[in-house]
């Protein structure tokens, strides 16, 4: 079956925060455009594609039942995710026992922090780091030391691993947080990369608390590699942290789930996430997941992988032709690009803020990336239909990278 991903869907007034918050007085959503142009959401990282029909066909299956009352889900959530780990990631020795609810991603970060953590204590983190990583670390108390990431000589980020053991030494670290595949850079790790990283973090005693949120948006054909696969040391020292909402669109259902395979670990990440009283699942959440994590699930991601894989070669090549002064990473997952400014904006004597709000003012909602820890960069989300891309790229020609 060949899904729908050229639809342009009206999100206004439904709720959509990547289109009804533009405008608003507020210090992080683009300005409204100009007169004469429409607005192009590529800043809030959702896609602006319609879910998976089955998703939508398993919450309505649900729904002609019209009692909502306290419910079991029993095995089939497990199984669901066991299932799809082993069709997607090859991950064959999953047990019902190491997967456990999360409300999101970052509830469980906070969650796994809090058990293996006293407040204060300082966290490894890559840079440019997500935002939400950031916010939720700080907002917790612990303070958050950064190891960045660099490009080499073909534009690929790689692991700094000489400055990250100096900095765990240093700081005497025992926690690292990790993206993967990665935000914002859009890196796909491979295998010599992870076990390096493992060997650094077991050499450490560093207790890795792995966001795999991405691993089933890969581009160009690229392979994720899941953390706790990587050796011993990693299955028995990670939180792993996954969910179907990036990659079905879900986000605003609200539901992560986390893998620990070490029972003391999980025990205690399961107290902590408990103590909140309110880390539930809804029920139309699970169904969602039910009616994703299918092989009717895994046809629709295989074409928006093919879907995204397009948005993302065609943008990399007309910047390399047409914004002169700007540099970037080709992403091998994800659906973003980072965009780094900062000859451009020397050349042309602007600051990075005047460059943005110039895209905003012709309709394109591209994200300042300096809370990314990006100085001079620019997030820009691909996941819309091809006819939104290549017009709000046209407008940036047009309008923005004017020689």
């Known amino acids: 079956m060949q899904y729908d991903f050229t639809t342009v869907w009206n999100r206004a007034g439904h709720d959509s925060l990547a289109v009804d918050s533009v405008g608003a007085d507020n210090a992080w959503a683009p300005d409204q455009p100009k007169e004469g142009f429409d607005f192009i959401p590529m800043w809030v990282a959702d896609m602006g594609f319609a879910t998976m029909p089955g998703v939508v066909e398993s919450m309505r299956s649900r729904l002609e039942h019209p009692i909502f009352g306290y419910f079991e889900g029993g095995t089939r959530y497990t199984d669901a995710i066991t299932r799809w780990q082993e069709h997607r990631n090859g991950v064959t020795d999953l047990k019902p026992e190491y ?73 005497h670290i025992h926690v690292a947080v990790f993206c993967s595949p990665h ?21 450490y005693q ?45 986000a605003g259902l609200v539901g992560s789930y986390h893998i620990i395979y070490n029972d003391a670990l999980r025990h205690r990440v399961e107290k902590v996430s408990s103590l909140s009283h309110y880390n539930q699942q809804n029920l139309l959440s699970m169904y969602a997941l039910l009616g994703a994590y299918t092989p009717e699930g895994e046809q629709w991601v295989d074409q928006l992988r093919q879907t995204l894989s397009h948005n993302v ?12 002064g700007v540099t970037l990473a080709k992403p091998q997952g994800s659906y973003l690009l980072f965009l780094d400014c900062s000859q451009y904006c020397e050349e042309k004597g602007i600051t990075l803020s005047q460059l943005i709000k110039a895209g905003w003012d012709v309709g ?15 997030r820009m989300n691909l996941a819309l239909p091809f006819s939104q891309v290549e017009t709000a790229f046209q407008r940036l020609k047009d309008h923005v990278f004017v020689d």
């Not at 670390?137 to 690929?156: F, W």
């Open 99 to 171: 997967i456990g609810y999360q409300n999101s991603v970052l509830g469980g970060l906070a969650a796994a922090m809090e058990a293996v953590c006293a407040r204060g204590d300082k966290v490894l983190i890559h840079a440019p780091t997500y935002t939400g990583f950031t916010n939720t670390l700080t907002n917790l108390g612990y303070k958050l030391i950064h190891s960045t990431l660099k490009r080499d000589e073909a534009r690929v980020w790689r692991m700094d691993y000489e400055e990250m053991e100096q900095l765990l030494n240093e700081n």
């Open 183 to 203: 935000n914002p850079s859009g890196r796909v790790w491979e295998q010599w990369e992870l076990e390096k990283a493992m060997e650094l973090f077991q050499r």
């Open 206 to 250: 560093v207790t890795i608390i792995s966001d795999e949120i991405w691993s089933d948006i890969l581009l160009n054909g690229h392979t994720h590699i899941p953390t706790q696969q990587v050796s011993e040391y990693a299955k028995q020292n990670t939180v792993a942290l996954y969910a179907p909402s990036k990659t079905f669109n879900l």
């Open 313 to 324: 070669n065609w943008a990399y090549e007309f910047i390399q032709q047409n914004f002169k």
């Open 364 to 378: 394109v909602g591209w994200q300042d990336g300096r809370p990314f820890h990006g100085a001079t960069s620019i």
